[in-house]
């Protein structure tokens, strides 16, 4: 999540998630699956201040969904 998606000429990199330390493809551009996601700004910010690399999917659903659990409260 904290790669920069305006240089869509870079290679796809294997990447370990801090968080649970699954390994995934992330493709470093706008064609990557993060990208197709509705990520909150809170999320955003909170993996910007916490993590360098990207999370994997299963991580990234869970923030989500915590966070937009966070809110209907």
Not at 9 to 30: D, H, K, Q, W, Y
Not at 34 to 49: D, H, M, N, Q, W
């Amino acid at each position: 999540m904290a790669h920069d998606h305006a240089s869509d000429n870079r290679e796809a990199r294997t990447v370990v998630c801090p968080i649970c330390g699954a390994e995934f493809i992330c493709s470093r551009s706008l064609d990557c699956w993060c990208a197709r996601k509705s990520i909150p700004f809170g999320v955003t910010e909170y993996l910007a201040a916490h993590f360098e690399n990207c999370v994997c999917s299963s991580c990234l659903d869970r923030l989500i969904s915590q966070a937009e659990a966070d809110g209907a409260s």
